[in-house]
């Protein structure tokens, strides 16, 4: 449930992605404009976020995780039905709401329900999830959207929500061994280690990096690269597709001891590597997007499992630590999505990319200096 709550609370945003030149042939919108869908996706789960933590810390996860799937089914209703640009925008808006809400739910399940020696493995799996939408995104979506219509792909989003909705019925929450009961009245102490803030800061300016790449690397592969709607779509899902055993493998390092400050340093630095790659593919060789593709997913598409663990181990506060950081990288979303849509619009793909390359680095660097603990002796 922890798999199917994530996956199902961003899969709208990565489907749009996917039928990028359907919506623009259908609602004749700009980069520019499409972006915008994605910006307002996340800019309303980025200020949503930080009550959704408290919520989750108030109600506990199992309640919180059925919220979010509620939302999700309810968000993709409206998108299948919308009938104009200003629609879409409704819908997207809708869908920021469990956007923002499904990392604090599914942070304070495990938080209060798994065993310390388990939560770096356990959270790789539920952090699956968003990669799993990437994935089915991917993969399913042009061909569903050839053969019905990508309206079709998203009542699917709306029936498998729903589905999965039910599907919580059959959870009870459990609480470990000295652990803070979930949704129990003590609550946080609301203090939280300036590490939090780093990493949040972090989270911010990948989610510059993702939001554009989310955006727009599919319309990267056919209008630079000359791939097919089809090849682009697998471009795009076979990030997802590496990232699912990275954030796994991350998951049992992050257990046995790996830092997290480390591990996140690594990941902003490969990013940027990747979106290097990725650039010399424009005028170059096509085999650069797929290496980029590649380390892209071990990079840009795992950091999250180590960023999510650091704010699970703030135990009685894990809600709140999640909202801060889902505040910071739906932020960055939000500017990443129009930002590079934009300059895509007035100076081509390779100023985007070379931004998002610095942003990464800046991310790794931000995240790499070590003044403090990484959680508070108290929780």
Do not use: H
């Amino acid at each position: 449930m922890l798999l199917a709550t994530m996956a199902m609370s961003t899969l709208a945003f990565f489907t749009l992605a996917v039928v990028a030149s359907e919506l623009q042939d259908e609602f004749g919108i700009s980069k520019f404009e499409l972006g915008l869908l994605g910006a307002i996706n996340t800019l309303i789960g980025g200020a949503f976020a930080p009550k959704a933590g408290q919520l989750s810390d108030r109600i506990g996860g199992r309640n919180a995780m059925a919220a979010t799937l509620a939302l999700s089914g309810a968000s993709a209703v409206l998108i299948a039905l919308a009938q104009s640009y200003a629609m879409l925008l409704v819908g997207m808006a809708v869908a920021g709401l469990p956007q923002g809400f499904g990392n604090p739910a599914a942070n304070k399940a495990i938080a209060t329900g798994i065993n310390p020696t388990l939560r770096g493995i356990i959270t790789g799996v539920k952090q699956s999830g968003v990669q799993l939408a990437v994935f089915v995104s991917g993969f399913l979506m042009p061909w569903i959207s050839n053969e019905y219509g990508w309206r079709t792909g998203i009542w699917l989003v709306a029936g498998v929500s729903f589905a999965s909705l039910l599907g919580m019925g059959f959870v009870t929450e459990t609480t470990y061994p000295g652990e803070t009961p979930s949704g129990s009245r003590e609550g946080g102490n609301g203090r939280l280690p300036l590490f939090v803030t780093q990493v949040a800061i972090f989270g911010f300016l990948l989610g510059i990096v993702g939001g554009g790449l989310g955006r727009f690397l599919p319309l990267f592969a056919e209008e630079a690269v000359g791939f097919s709607p089809e090849a682009a779509g697998r471009v795009f899902g076979l990030q997802g597709l590496i990232a699912i055993p990275c954030r796994l493998i991350s998951g049992v390092a992050l257990d046995r001891g790996v830092p997290a400050r480390k591990m996140l340093v690594a990941m902003g630095v490969a990013g940027a590597v990747s979106i290097i790659m990725i650039l010399l593919a424009n005028g170059g060789s096509p085999n650069y997007l797929w290496i980029g593709t590649v380390v892209g997913g071990m990079s840009l598409g795992s950091w999250n499992t180590a960023a999510n663990l650091s704010m699970i181990r703030q135990k009685q506060n894990a809600g709140q630590a999640t909202g801060r950081l889902m505040l910071g990288f739906l932020i960055g979303l939000t500017v990443g999505g129009p930002a590079v849509g934009w300059s895509i619009d007035a100076f081509g793909y390779n100023p985007a990319w070379i931004a998002s390359a610095v942003l990464a680095l800046i991310g790794a660097a931000v995240v790499s200096v070590n003044r403090g603990p990484e959680t508070d002796s108290v929780t």
